[in-house]
């Protein structure tokens, strides 16, 4: 015989599926909630890391920097002795000597030593002094 049933009695037999549905979906949810936080907590983490290591090499060229210019800054005292330049024709005449026979002076500086354009390897026009 067929039994007359209840809209209430329906939902009330279906209610352990739901239950079950409605359980297994929180569960995803929380899931989600916890790998997001997760991933969240991760990329924290690793922009902690990388920021710490910025920070560091920032520091570190900081201390380079300040180290060089202090010791390029440095000063040494010395004694310069005078240097006499002898001035008669004699000392005139062996300078000469030097410059144009021993050295060749003349072939990039020019006949008076003031400096002359030159045409260098790579073309390039310079001033050589």
């Not at 570190?60 to 008669?88: G, K, N």
């Amino acid at each position: 015989m067929d039994e007359v049933v209840s809209h209430r009695q329906r939902i009330n037999r279906a209610r352990p599926v739901f239950g079950l549905l409605l359980c297994f979906s929180a569960a995803v949810a929380n899931k989600r909630k916890a790998t997001g936080s997760m991933m969240r907590s991760l990329i924290k983490w690793i922009g902690y890391i990388v920021g710490g290591v910025v920070t560091i090499v920032i520091v570190c060229l900081a201390v380079v920097y300040a180290v060089t210019s202090t010791r390029m800054a440095r000063t040494y005292p010395t004694d310069v002795e005078a240097v006499v330049i002898p001035t008669d024709s004699a000392a005139i005449e062996w300078g000469h000597h030097l410059v144009l026979a021993v050295g060749k002076c003349v072939a990039c500086h020019g006949d008076n030593l003031g400096g002359k354009f030159v045409v260098g390897k790579s073309m390039e026009f310079r001033r050589q002094t």
